[in-house]
């Protein structure tokens, strides 16, 4: 029946099959495009994690870097406050200890022309709680250059408490004891007294 139809032209169409680099082409094409049911490669995800820590270290540097900068800027603070307190100190204990000829010698020479030894120790016999000082706490510190303004609460027995204030000059690498003030002794305890 071919030869006869081939006898007339009319050869039936055979299906051209498809060059197998076209084939190729389409596999590769499939195998490239995403497919959202199979998740990445396992580089792509440690690769991920990688830039997730890396963006997170800079941040823990920085804050960490932040603390210890606020560490040593309190430090340094601190420190620049500490010879003027314990200069405050010294001169308590020194009353403490009745040594009051050793306490007024911490006056600057300016203080000492202003307040006599015997005005100084009438001070300290006027102030139960700065002649028997219990413990002390001086919160607010100040250094300017060769000035520092200490002021805090002294405790004494007896649950009694002054406010004190201190300014001292720094003289040849030394602080002394410029001017002082002791407030009245008061009360710790609450008066649970009420009027009728």
Not at 2 to 8: H, N
Not at 107 to 115: C, G, N, T
Not at 143 to 171: P, W
Request: proline share 6%; aromatic share 10%.
């Amino acid at each position: 029946m071919l030869e006869k139809l081939q006898s007339f032209g009319q050869v039936p169409k055979r299906e051209v099959a498809m060059p197998t680099t076209m084939l190729g082409e389409c596999k590769q094409a499939m195998a490239q495009a995403p497919n959202p049911t199979v998740p990445p490669p396992v580089d792509v995800l440690v690769g991920r994690w990688h830039i997730a820590q890396t963006t997170q270290i800079p941040l823990r540097r920085i804050v960490a870097f932040l603390c210890l900068a606020g560490i040593m800027a309190l430090g340094y603070w601190w420190g620049e406050t500490l010879q003027p307190v314990d200069m405050v100190r010294a001169q308590l204990r020194s009353i403490e200890d009745g040594e009051y000829g050793q306490a007024y010698g911490y006056l600057s020479a300016r203080a000492k022309e202003q307040v006599s030894y015997d005005e100084f120790v009438a001070l300290i016999q006027g102030n139960t709680v700065v002649m028997e000082p219990r413990d002390s706490t001086f919160q607010s510190r100040h250094v300017n250059g060769s000035t520092a303004t200490i002021r805090g609460v002294l405790e004494g027995y007896g649950g009694y408490v002054s406010d004190v204030g201190y300014v001292l000059v720094k003289d040849v690498n030394q602080w002394r004891i410029a001017s002082f003030e002791w407030s009245a002794p008061r009360s710790l305890k609450e008066d649970t007294s009420h009027p009728e």
